[in-house]
């Protein structure tokens, strides 16, 4: 079992930064891959970055590359999502995911744990 919590959401101005942190409890959160996804308002959620067990970063979406960088610290039960140069696009309720697989695809129902989502507000 993993349980997840986001944070580090807020309202920012465009062209400005977030890092936005994913805490999981668990002793096998080593064993996980991350994923990031993201939902704005009326839209369906989508994949934004992910990272596997192993902390290679992997499919970032072509949204956001360049712009955000996925990390993780095994030692502290933590991933990071870092976004510079945030647009207001980019507003959304911002998850994390943990996959049991260990790898971090873009698939959805390949993730078995879910947080809450913490918001992102980008102002123009």
């Known amino acids: 079992q993993v349980q997840l919590a986001e944070s580090g959401g807020g309202l920012v101005q465009a062209g400005g930064s977030l890092r936005l942190s994913c805490a999981a409890s668990?002793?096998?959160?080593?064993?996980?891959?991350m994923g990031w996804f993201r939902q704005a308002p009326g839209k369906e959620r989508e994949f934004v970055a992910g990272?596997?067990?192993?902390?290679?970063?992997?499919n970032t979406a072509e949204s956001v590359k360049g712009r955000f960088t996925c990390s993780r610290d095994n030692a502290k039960n933590m991933v990071y999502l870092q976004m510079n140069n945030l647009k207001p696009e980019d507003t959304a309720v911002y998850y994390c995911?943990?996959?049991?697989?260990?790898?971090?695809?873009?698939?959805?129902?390949?993730?078995?744990?879910w947080g809450q989502g913490t918001q992102v507000t980008v102002s123009s």
């Open positions: 668990g002793r096998t959160f080593s064993s996980y891959g």
């Open positions: 995911a943990a996959a049991g697989t260990g790898w971090a695809t873009k698939m959805e129902n390949e993730y078995d744990y």
């Open positions: 990272i596997t067990w192993r902390g290679i970063s992997a």
